[in-house]
């Protein structure tokens, strides 16, 4: 019977190839089905909006923006690339990361089957396939789904590349591994875990030059960003906003919260969600538990393979894997699998050890930097760089269990808990955010007037105000006509201008004063904006958070100061994932002086 091979190099028959891709096929149409279910749903929300805008910036712009951001410039300069084909409403931004998620749970297949057999990788995907968190990652126009995908990636081509000695792997770790850093700052958690791997595996044994030149590769082409990335280091501003989250809860609560998003509940994210939604205690004690049943039985022995005794030792085969690649030989036709393509338990333990310092030491890294510098470990979403590790933990001890019938009922409990939550997912999302937000001033709305955003309700805003009304006929050449109204949008602070995802509360209220000429600052662009025109609306969008309590009070007080004749209420409204009530008032200016 003829064979070909797994991911892994392991042989296959016909019936096992078939086992394989029905698997593989039906996990990912869950997965796509799930992450592209309901994906308009919810508006897009600050950071989501934040992204686009910063896509559609110039190219010097969009570097001089980042200076201020916590990501570097990958994810921005694709999204880019992607709206110029496929658009920019929400669907189409937001389905670059669904495509990022699909190929996590393709990879986490990959990885599981190569190194544990296919039903381990089978679970693995399952799990994350219907893992509520990184569907909320999937349906956000974010990088994160990618991050995580380039992570468990790169620390895979870097297991393989120690353990099998070839070199195409080592380029490869070294691509993704520049990829991932290019992607997001969180990236850094993953390289004390691959240089512990390194050391561990003596990477300098085999391959020492093309491990130097990788290294060298990596800097070079890193070097570039490397400004950049201490401005951001230097920017207090942007992660100030978390700072309250870690002092109440501090590492133990972080840690306990990265286990509540790991599991198959609804996550428990201290930035985003409308509303609160009480985790499932059940499904995050059973995750706990078999993935340390999942790490103790993987590293005692070997789960689901053959005995030692049926397999060549693992020092033997990797003595042949060396000669081959010395020599340039190829092993005998028809030899017998070794423990490289059957692993036995020698191979399952340090594959086993390999997923623990996958999961363990990203998170350990995350936690101690924010512990000794600035806080900047975000439960529920820095720590997905190490979920794909916990799943596998997971899936080996589904595998682990016994009699057979036992794992089935695990993974129906499983999927159970997360079908169970996902209905508190998809209905996330409060009435009247800002599509009607948009809807409301567009209606209203006259070329010239003026909307004032104030903390961070500008970026989602200023996203469905270019939606809010059909664009004007193409003309004979099929080009787009300019719209016909045109909105002056003003910040309050004025820095949230700078970054639409920027602003440090706690600073901002120690100075009272400065608030106030910030706000003085304002009305004297409006007053100077509207002079010698009649009857100018100005919509003001006050979140309301302590920051813009003086700068709504003066609105609604202070009629002659400001100058305006006559102020209206539109209504209130809720800002998409925070849930921040969002009271907007009609100022308007009737025959100003000029």
């Given at each position: 019977m003829s064979t070909t091979s797994a991911p892994g190099g392991t042989p296959m028959g016909r019936g096992w190839l078939l086992l394989f891709a029905v698997l593989l096929f039906a996990v990912l149409l869950v997965a796509t089905a799930l992450r592209s279910y309901d994906l308009t749903g919810?508006?897009?929300?600050?950071?989501?909006?934040?992204?686009?805008?910063?896509?559609?910036?110039?190219?010097?712009?969009?570097?001089?923006?980042?200076?201020?951001?916590?990501?570097?410039?990958?994810?921005?300069?694709?999204?880019?690339?992607?709206?110029?084909?496929?658009?920019?409403?929400?669907?189409?931004?937001?389905?670059?990361?669904?495509?990022?998620?699909?190929?996590?749970?393709?990879?986490?297949?990959?990885?599981?089957?190569?190194?544990?057999?296919?039903?381990?990788?089978a679970f693995a995907a399952s799990f994350l396939a219907i893992s509520p968190v990184q569907i909320f990652y999937s349906q956000q126009c974010r990088m994160y789904s990618w991050l995580t995908a380039l992570s468990i990636l790169g620390g895979y081509l870097l297991?393989?590349?120690?353990?099998?000695?070839?070199?195409?792997?080592?380029?490869?770790?070294?691509?993704?591994?520049?990829?991932?850093?290019?992607?997001?700052?969180?990236?850094?958690?993953?390289?004390?875990?691959?240089?512990?791997?390194?050391?561990?595996?003596?990477?300098?044994?085999?391959?020492?030059?093309?491990?130097?030149?990788?290294?060298?590769?990596?800097?070079?082409?890193?070097?570039?960003?490397?400004?950049?990335?201490?401005?951001?280091?230097?920017?207090?501003?942007?992660?100030?906003?978390?700072?309250?989250?870690?002092?109440?809860?501090?590492?133990?609560?972080?840690?306990?919260?990265?286990?509540?998003?790991?599991?198959?509940?609804?996550?428990?994210?201290?930035?985003?969600?409308?509303?609160?939604?009480?985790?499932?205690?059940?499904?995050?004690?059973?995750?706990?538990?078999?993935?340390?049943?999942?790490?103790?039985?993987?590293?005692?022995h070997a789960t689901g393979t053959k005995r030692a005794s049926e397999t060549k030792p693992a020092t033997e085969t990797r003595q042949a894997t060396e000669t081959k690649h010395a020599t340039g030989t190829k092993p005998a036709t028809g030899a017998r699998p070794t423990s490289e393509t059957k692993p036995n338990s020698a191979t399952t333990r340090e594959n086993t050890v390999w997923v623990v310092l996958m999961l363990v030491l990203p998170l350990g890294f995350g936690i101690l930097s924010s512990m000794l510098l600035r806080p900047s470990y975000v439960p529920g979403r820095s720590d997905q760089v190490a979920l794909p590790a916990f799943a596998l933990l997971v899936a080996i001890g589904v595998s682990a269990l016994r009699p057979v019938w036992l794992r089935w009922i695990c993974l129906a409990g499983i999927l159970g808990f997360a079908g169970s939550s996902l209905p508190d997912y998809y209905g996330n999302e409060s009435d009247r955010?800002?599509?009607?937000?948009?809807?409301?001033?567009?209606?209203?709305?006259?070329?010239?007037?003026?909307?004032?955003?104030?903390?961070?309700?500008?970026?989602?805003?200023?996203?469905?105000?270019?939606?809010?009304?059909?664009?004007?006929?193409?003309?004979?050449?099929?080009?787009?006509?300019?719209?016909?109204?045109?909105?002056?949008?003003?910040?309050?602070?004025?820095?949230?201008?700078?970054?639409?995802?920027?602003?440090?509360?706690?600073?901002?209220?120690?100075?009272?004063?400065?608030l106030a000429a910030e706000a003085d600052s304002v009305w004297s662009e409006v007053r100077s904006h509207v002079r010698g025109r009649d009857d100018v609306r100005v919509f003001v969008l006050v979140d309301m958070s302590p920051v813009n309590q003086s700068f709504h009070e003066g609105l609604r007080a202070g009629r002659e100061r400001i100058g305006y004749r006559e102020l209206r209420q539109l209504g209130v409204f809720r800002q998409s994932g925070t849930g921040h009530r969002i009271g907007v008032d009609v100022a308007v200016f009737r025959g100003s002086p000029s």
């Open positions: 919810k508006c897009l929300w600050v950071d989501e909006a934040n992204s686009v805008s910063i896509a559609a910036e110039p190219v010097g712009e969009r570097l001089a923006t980042l200076r201020l951001d916590s990501s570097p410039p990958l994810f921005y300069f694709a999204l880019n690339g992607w709206m110029d084909v496929f658009g920019s409403n929400e669907a189409a931004v937001r389905s670059l990361s669904v495509a990022g998620g699909i190929l996590l749970v393709a990879v986490v297949f990959w990885v599981g089957t190569s190194l544990f057999g296919t039903w381990v990788g297991w393989r590349a120690v353990r099998d000695g070839r070199r195409e792997f080592i380029v490869g770790w070294a691509a993704t591994t520049l990829a991932a850093l290019y992607l997001h700052n969180v990236a850094f958690y993953l390289l004390p875990g691959h240089a512990v791997v390194l050391l561990w595996q003596r990477f300098w044994k085999r391959n020492l030059g093309w491990w130097i030149g990788s290294f060298l590769a990596v800097v070079i082409l890193y070097l570039p960003w490397a400004p950049h990335l201490l401005e951001q280091v230097r920017n207090e501003t942007h992660y100030a906003w978390f700072q309250e989250h870690w002092q109440r809860m501090g590492p133990w609560g972080a840690i306990r919260r990265t286990l509540v998003a790991f599991s198959p509940t609804f996550p428990e994210l201290p930035f985003q969600f409308a509303e609160s939604v009480r985790a499932n205690t059940a499904a995050v004690v059973s995750a706990g538990i078999l993935a340390l049943v999942g790490a103790v039985m993987g590293t005692r955010t800002e599509r009607e937000l948009a809807a409301a001033i567009d209606q209203n709305a006259r070329p010239g007037d003026v909307v004032i955003c104030t903390s961070l309700t500008r970026a989602s805003i200023e996203y469905y105000l270019e939606r809010a009304r059909p664009n004007p006929p193409d003309d004979s050449r099929g080009h787009a006509l300019p719209r016909g109204h045109a909105l002056t949008i003003l910040s309050f602070p004025r820095d949230t201008a700078d970054h639409l995802g920027n602003q440090n509360d706690q600073e901002l209220l120690s100075d009272p004063a400065q």
